[in-house]
């Protein structure tokens, strides 16, 4: 099995290019392969069965086409209706990586954070995932979670950094649950496009965890450790979606800084 093949990355949408980009940054002879589900986008309000439906044939697709060598769920959403299936399904063969662990880790390690509060789409919070993990990991911590449904389909049409993303963030964050935090986690992998803006809506004052460095981190962590790390120096990225969409080529522009051909691949 070649260390040279790619690294499956996969969102619904844009979100998952944050993380990507991260990877990207650390691991830069890795090859990456990207697929946004952009047919299926918002996953964050379907169930938790639908979405781990497309997760499967997504993952599917990275392994039995691609050839990937280690899988990264780069959305919340799909790390938590499906990471469990996933990583059992392909115990002993490829790394599945999900980016709700790395970010329980980075919590739980900064002892300044003692009321942490999430922000997601409607399915993630209802799966109760973050407040479990929490629990069990440090149950002193406190916690409460804000469903932001708004947000991602906001951000995937390109509205941030305008006067539309800054009212409908400041209705969002001035809700009561949020009242008191130290910390919030951005559980979305969109988020962090507009993670200046909720930086100033809590006028630095709230730490604002994104996960995109964390994960690509915990990556580089699991690669070196099952001996995947590539050896070429020749990399490689190629970009899937279910369906083509403007917002989606811009923002690939965005993060990797330059023109990037997307191809489309109904599952
Ligand atoms: N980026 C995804 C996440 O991290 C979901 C956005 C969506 O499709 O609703 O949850």
């Given at each position: ?17 944050t993380v990507a980009a991260a990877i990207q940054r650390l ?185 995109a460095e964390v994960v690509a ?51």
């Amino acid at each position: 099995m070649s260390n040279d093949r790619p690294i499956g990355v996969f969102d619904s949408g844009i979100g998952g290019l944050t993380v990507a980009a991260a990877i990207q940054r650390l691991l830069p002879s890795e090859s990456l392969i990207y697929f946004g589900d952009t047919a299926h986008l918002p996953y964050g309000d379907k169930s938790k069965e639908l979405i781990a439906e497309y997760a499967v044939n997504i993952t599917r697709f990275l392994l039995e086409e691609k050839k990937c060598k280690a899988i990264v769920i780069a959305c919340n959403t799909a790390s938590a209706a499906a990471y469990e299936a996933l990583r059992d399904t392909y115990k002993g063969s490829v790394p599945v990586i999900n980016v709700i662990d790395p970010m329980i880790e980075e919590v739980i390690a900064d002892a300044d954070i003692k009321k942490i509060g999430i922000i997601a789409t409607k399915t993630t919070v209802s799966s109760g995932v973050y407040q479990e993990k929490f629990a069990r990991r440090k149950p002193e911590l406190e916690f409460s979670a804000l469903a932001t449904p708004l947000l991602a389909s906001m951000i995937e049409e390109g509205f941030y950094n305008n006067t539309i993303s800054e009212a409908i963030l400041n209705e969002y964050l001035s809700n009561p649950v949020l009242e008191n935090i130290d910390g919030l986690v951005l559980a979305c992998t969109h988020y962090p496009l507009i993670k200046k803006e909720i930086d100033a809506f809590f006028h630095g004052r709230v730490k604002i965890f994104d996960s995109a460095e964390v994960v690509a981190r915990k990556l580089k962590g699991i690669l070196e450790k099952e001996s995947l790390l590539c050896t070429s120096s020749v990399s490689k990225n190629e970009f899937f979606v279910s369906d083509y969409t403007r917002a989606f080529e811009a923002a690939t522009k965005i993060f990797f800084k330059k023109e990037i051909h997307l191809e489309l691949c109904r599952l």
